[in-house]
């Protein structure tokens, strides 16, 4: 009973003694001084859905910081980063209390097909048509490792084997393999060739991949027939071709950007490994700026592109390039096939090239069933100037091209583009199928 009453008096003496640590304990909570982040900061990164893909792979391309409140911005470049792998068909980054009393960054992901088949059809307007197939393994061994195999037949006869691994080493050292075979004809010179490709390349992507090097060495070698009165006459040229690419991106996504810049060179010095081949320098500059002029569920965006594709010294002839179709929309590859006015414009050993696009959201991105889909539509106008030893590029005339264009979206193809394009010349609008933008 004493030690009772005693303990009573001294708990009354203590009472302010603990109030004030009652005090100083709920203000030093916020600051996390109990051993536990504050509510609202980030404790712990959580990956969920992810049943092949290690989390390595993820948690590597997050910058979100830890210890931190939970940043919108920094979440959506995240998701962007993730999406770009290539290897998801949804990305969800956002808060969660844990039952620690904290808050984990949840980074949720539903992967995509990983056996992707590529069912391949094409025309070319001098060959005619070629058709084929193969099978596309993305995220292999769950890290994001890529494994093409492709072949095709008709007027064309293909075969590819690839393989990249974007982060194969070290500090996103990357590593690339192909090996090709291919028996194809020329859009303009009447012969048939065949043309074999190994080659093994390493690159190196900057922490938040806005800069990017790489370099590939490549065996060519080809077998060209020209066909005679009688029989035919074989060339045959074999080289090694050394190629250097220095990519800088700081586009907003790369699949669809809408503001920021791409920027990329590349160097290619080939030389001969027989007597009889050619020894040359390529390179090839190109770039294009996004802009964002109407903002919204369907924004409107203008990208403007530019570039050259420069060759230096004695090149085989079957290497001149065409300015029609891929360079300028609206003409054949062919030079045979454009009004004769034109035709004289349209071969050089070396171009420079621009072109604007005025870009229009029909359909918004987003999530149906299992992967994006999307659609927007588009008007451009193009325009590339052409010459070689005998024509400088101020003596040089331009071949202009103009005419509208749509963009699908669709699950595993990536961008699925189906171009008209028109010219001041006359010959009739030329229809064009590709995947990807032009810019």
């Not at 109990?34 to 959580?46: C, E, F, R, W």
């Not at 393989?163 to 050292?173: A, N």
């Not at 291919?182 to 010179?189: F, I, K, Q, T």
């Not at 045979?336 to 029909?362: D, H």
Request: overall charge positive; some cysteine; charged content about 20%.
């Amino acid at each position: 009973m004493l030690f009772s009453s005693a303990a009573r008096k001294g708990g009354a003496g203590l009472r302010p003694l603990r109030l004030c640590a009652a005090v100083a304990a709920g203000l030093m909570l916020p600051l996390g001084l109990d051993g536990q982040s504050p509510p609202g900061v980030i404790s712990a990164i959580v990956v969920e859905g992810n049943e092949v893909t290690l989390d390595e792979i993820i948690l590597r391309e997050l910058t979100h910081p830890s210890g931190q409140p939970f940043d919108s911005s920094a979440a959506a470049d995240d998701r962007n980063r993730l999406y770009n792998l290539g290897i998801f068909e949804k990305v969800e980054i956002f808060p969660r209390r844990n039952g620690n009393g904290g808050t984990d960054l949840v980074v949720a992901v539903r992967e995509t097909i990983r056996l992707l088949p590529i069912p391949i059809l094409y025309y070319m307007q001098d060959q005619g048509w070629s058709y084929g197939g193969g099978a596309n393994m993305i995220n292999f061994q769950g890290r994001n490792q890529r494994i093409t195999l492709t072949a095709t037949g008709g007027a064309e006869k293909t075969y590819n084997l690839l393989f990249f691994d974007p982060w194969r080493w070290g500090q996103r050292i990357s590593m690339s393999a192909l090996l090709r075979r291919r028996y194809s004809g020329h859009p303009v010179y009447d012969y048939r060739a065949r043309i074999t490709r190994m080659g093994l390349g390493l690159g190196k992507f900057s922490a938040n991949k806005v800069l990017a090097a790489g370099g590939a060495g490549i065996l060519e070698d080809w077998s060209i027939a020209l066909p005679t009165d009688t029989s035919s006459v074989v060339i045959r040229d074999r080289f090694f071709r050394f190629r250097f690419i220095l990519d800088v991106r700081t586009m907003d996504i790369w699949r669809d950007p809408t503001n920021g810049l791409r920027l990329r060179w590349q160097l290619a010095p080939v030389w001969a490994l027989d007597a009889g081949s050619s020894t040359f320098n390529f390179t090839r500059v190109d770039g294009a700026i996004y802009r964002m002029v109407q903002d919204g569920r369907r924004p409107l965006v203008v990208a403007w592109g530019a570039g050259a594709s420069l060759y230096f010294g004695q090149i085989p002839f079957y290497r001149r390039q065409f300015l029609g179709r891929g360079w300028v929309r609206g003409y054949p590859s062919n030079p045979l096939l454009a009004p004769a006015n034109v035709r004289r414009r349209m071969a050089a050993q070396s171009l420079v090239y621009t072109g604007v696009e005025l870009r229009k959201t029909v359909i918004p991105r987003r999530l149906r069933t299992i992967s994006e889909f999307g659609l927007l539509a588009l008007v451009f106008i193009d325009a590339a100037w052409g010459f070689d030893q005998n024509q400088t590029l101020a003596q040089a005339q331009p071949l202009v091209g103009y005419g509208v264009g749509l963009r699908a979206f669709v699950p595993f193809l990536d961008v699925v583009g189906l171009d008209l394009g028109f010219n001041a010349f006359g010959g009739g609008p030329k229809l064009q199928f590709k995947l990807g933008h032009k810019y």
